[in-house]
């Protein structure tokens, strides 16, 4: 059982933390730059933050918070993944142990091999974009590990008896390392239990489940990947962009605005990215935008080349900012967009019925557009 090996050496943090304060209570150029649906709040996400109170409404199995008392976290990244790690523990070893039973007793699998590993893509965040075989096995999990960027609306449809348990990963906060996300994946299918793990858009495109499908395999555990619509498809139908077009755009490349390592200038692939027939996609790049543009430009990419930048894409949240390439990180501050936001560049982004439009009118579209 590899994750009740790693336990006790995380159990340290629980003795650590017993003395701090008790934070867990019982071509044309656009005319108007920005929309939002009109039933939009900037500051109500769609999406499970660190620290939200549905969060914590989820997974109040293993805090058993008083949730009528509820009040922020604070301090530093570090010592609140700790704190809430230490927290987790001993509910998720009798977990395990209620799952081993259940197994030993006959009533786990059926053969007393492993259970099966899920990896789901959700989509963008409309829940209607699931597709049918992820609302299936999500609602019959018995334990569903879901990142940040998986939607309040999607984990509804979550089965009553199942547990859920959150392993996000914000800019500064990762609640779970991508190792101990395998060791979690590992141990409960070894107990025999149906695990599901729920990830944002699809699993295969800037998920890493690639890496949890190749640990999971060498350990002999069965995985089964259910792809989900990328944001990149998603967010460009909702807004009328076709990716690639005949005549306009010949290709689609999808680029992360992260590197492995971090740092504020990873995009080291613009050189061969600035192709004025191809669409560029780029994910988790809002940081680093302002470098890619300018590098972009720089290799030849026109700078009047149409952009758009999608915050909460799907969502009834979604907001949009559309700007030729030189001036979208500008309008992007401008408008204090937050993660996460998609950017698409190309001429494809002109042929969106947004683009052109005066104010009123990309108002009215983006509110006869929004989810009921």
């Known amino acids: 059982m590899a994750l009740v090996s790693r336990l006790p050496s995380l159990s340290s943090s629980i003795s650590h933390f017993s003395e701090r304060p008790n934070f867990f209570p019982n071509s044309v150029k656009p005319i108007c730059s920005v929309q939002c649906n009109s039933n939009s709040q900037k500051n109500s996400s769609p999406f499970t ?12 199995w293993l805090y058993q918070l008083d949730q009528s008392c509820f009040c922020p976290v604070p301090g530093d990244s570090s010592s609140i993944r700790d704190y809430d790690i230490a927290l987790q523990l001993p509910e998720l070893k009798k977990l395990l142990q209620v799952l081993k039973e259940k197994r030993e007793n006959g009533g786990g ?51 009553p008896d199942a547990r859920l348990l959150y392993v996000g990963k914000t800019a500064g906060f990762h609640s779970r390392t991508q190792e101990e996300i395998h060791e979690l994946l590992l141990s409960f299918a ?20 690639g890496e949890e499908m190749d640990f999971l395999q060498r350990q002999g555990i069965p995985v089964e990947i ?22 306009v755009a010949n290709s689609v490349r999808f680029l992360t605005g992260h590197s492995r390592n971090g740092g504020t200038d990873p995009l080291f692939v613009a050189e061969n990215a600035a192709d004025p027939d191809s669409t560029l996609v780029v994910y988790m790049g809002l940081s680093t935008l302002p470098a890619l543009a300018t590098k972009l430009m720089h290799h030849g990419l026109p700078h009047e080349t149409p952009a758009v930048a999608v915050e909460r894409g799907t969502t009834p949240q979604q907001r949009m900012v559309f700007a030729e390439l030189k001036d979208l990180a500008d309008k992007i501050s401008l408008h204090q967009l937050v993660s996460p936001t998609l950017i698409m560049i190309g001429k494809v982004v002109a042929l969106s019925p947004l683009w052109g439009a005066s104010a009123e009118e990309n108002l009215a579209l983006a509110e006869s557009s929004s989810p009921l």
């Open 49 to 60: 933050e660190k620290h939200s109170i549905e969060r914590y409404q989820r997974d109040n």
């Open 109 to 159: 699998s059926g053969n007393g091999g492993p259970g099966n590993v899920y990896l789901v893509g959700t989509g963008p965040g409309d829940p209607e974009l699931l597709t049918l075989k992820a609302l299936r096995v999500i609602q019959s999990a018995d334990l569903l590990l879901y990142d940040r960027l998986v939607s309040n609306d999607v984990l509804n449809y979550v089965s």
């Open 190 to 209: 070894e107990a025999g239990a149906t695990v599901v793990r729920l990830k944002g858009g699809d699993p295969l495109v800037f998920g890493r489940g």
């Open 226 to 247: 259910i792809p989900g619509i990328t944001s990149a498809s998603g967010i460009a139908a909702e807004l009328g962009i076709p990716l690639t077009h005949r005549g």
